[in-house]
């Protein structure tokens, strides 16, 4: 899954450099006449008009390209802005990287040199700053055009030297390395999503898992429909029935500490294509319901990612993967099926069918006994309206586990917020004729009564979340420039990668 940029740092001095363009940062200006300042002192003087007659600003993602400017052993120039200096942080770093890729396509530069020392005053950010920088460039490097056949000729690719006097420092170069692998993860699980549903169909998605693995350390068996009979997981195999596609439960395991430390646990939703079942969905932004593995693909890339790290802990994942189709022996409304718990749901509209399919595999999750289970679901359209595509709703009722993930989450920029799950909740999904209804009885809060359903198939001495990724799985490029804009995003891998490293 290599991505097709290619990054390298050195510990060179810039003066001493020749190539084809040079990229340094600019900020908003904080002396009297608010002028930008280049962080680059012979740039910054060099460039002094464009400086005052406002042409570089300096405001975050402002890039402006100078071509031919013929400055230092350079032929072009790129400004990139990093904003006013006190709200720097790494999301602002990130999203630099990412502007400065775009600009480097769009003047068609090939090799690129870095004015790396120019990002950072003082050496506290620099692993942090670096390990952004690294990622936004590669995760702004996606693309999807291998469906469109006048894309296939291969672009020779674009090559970024970052220049810095602390390039051979251990905690810049780990930081490098580690930013290559969450990024390379993140863009795997989008091409995952952006895999359209008949080419990524539940077999397809557990072949693509085996084939990542290999050489990484993580084991990977997937369970075919005789197997997830036997293992009686009637939530997925009552969602999958109404579907021509078997179902697959797909197993990941990593083992990167003594036998003795539990592993901690992710399930993600792998619902290859959501069509609603015989409570089939309305046409408009049907084929959206692609995305619906969002959950799964971000569970599958977190995994590979904690292999590729070799993170000293232990870790399961398990995706259940199925179509949800109408076909004739689709689940009816009203059917109630038996979950792997023992529990019966009656299922009163066949398009709440992620619950059902979590059900077993939290169930399992809980018999293996981790030391936390975290799950990721395009849940509920319910997400949408409550949070957009700006933050992912979490849901947990322990603290400890809720402290770490707000950590996880400052540390990597991903927007997480938490919602409310009470008994109130878990009153609302009763059953009328079986334990639990798939739907909730009362009208609103239907995130959290999804959530409350989840919580039903879970150990209760097992710490557990729910991230409902509806709103944040796709098209959150009009927030995020390293992501495109109809395209998967990957949200959540890097902060459940960053949940695990918690636990070493
Ligand atoms: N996959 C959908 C949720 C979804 C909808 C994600 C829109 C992203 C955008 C899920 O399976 C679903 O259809 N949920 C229903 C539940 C309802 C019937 C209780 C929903 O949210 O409408
Ligand atoms: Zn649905
Ligand atoms: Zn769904």
Known sequence: MPSNILIHLHAKELNSLTGQTLAVFSKVGTNKDKLASIEHKEVSRELQSVIEEGVVSGSANETVSFREARFLGFRNVIT????????????????????????????????VFVDFDGLVSSKKNLATYA?????????????????????????????????????????????????????ECTNFAKRLGDMPGNLMSPTILARETTQAARGTGLKVTAWDKKRIEKEKMGGLLGVAQGSAQEPRFIV????????SKKPVAFVGKGLTFDSGGISIKPGAK?????????????????????????????????????????????????????SRSG???????????????LSDALTYASEQKPQFIVD???????????????????????????????????????????????????KDIKGAFADLSNISYSGGAGSATAAAFLEQ?????????????????????????????KGGTGVMVRTFVELAKQYE
């Not at 020779?156 to 970052?162: D, K, M, V």
């Not at 990941?252 to 036998?259: I, R, T």
């Not at 993170?311 to 059917?335: C, F, Q």
């Not at 979340?465 to 944040?472: L, R, S, W, Y």
């Open 343 to 357: 529990k019966k749901f009656e299922i009163n509209n066949t398009d709440a069918e992620g619950r059902l399919i």
């Open 286 to 338: 049907m084929e959206e319901m692609k995305y619906d593995m969002m959950g799964g693909a971000a569970v599958i890339a977190t995994m590979l990612a904690i292999a590729k790290l070799k993170l000293k802990i232990n870790a399961v994942g398990y995706v259940p993967a199925t179509e949800n189709m109408p076909g004739s022996r689709a689940t009816k409304p009203g059917d109630v099926h038996t």
């Open 376 to 426: 990721a679901a395009t849940l509920t359209g319910a997400m949408v309206v409550a949070l957009g595509n700006i933050h992912t709703g979490y849901f947990t009722r322990n603290g400890g586990l809720k402290a770490k993930i707000e950590k996880a989450a400052d540390e990597t920029g991903e927007l997480v917020w938490n919602m409310p799950l009470v008994d109130h909740h878990v």
């Open 80 to 111: 990139v802005g990093l904003g006013a200096g006190e709200k720097m942080n790494h999301e602002v770093v990130r999203q630099a990287g990412a502007a400065l890729l775009k600009e480097s396509k769009s003047i068609k530069s090939k090799e």
């Open 252 to 259: 990941m395991e990593y083992k990167g500490a003594p036998l």
């Open 131 to 183: 390990r952004a920088f690294v990622e936004g460039l590669i995760l702004a490097s996606y693309q999807f055009d291998e469906l469109k056949t006048a894309a296939k000729k291969k672009e020779e690719p674009i090559q970024f030297h970052l220049i810095s006097k602390s390039a051979k420092e251990a905690a810049i170069q780990t930081a490098f390395k580690e930013a290559v692998v969450l990024a």
């Open 457 to 485: 198939f879970v150990d209760s001495e097992i710490p557990w979340a729910h991230f409902d990724i509806a709103g944040t799985g796709w098209a959150c490029g009009n927030r995020l420039n390293y992501c495109t804009p």
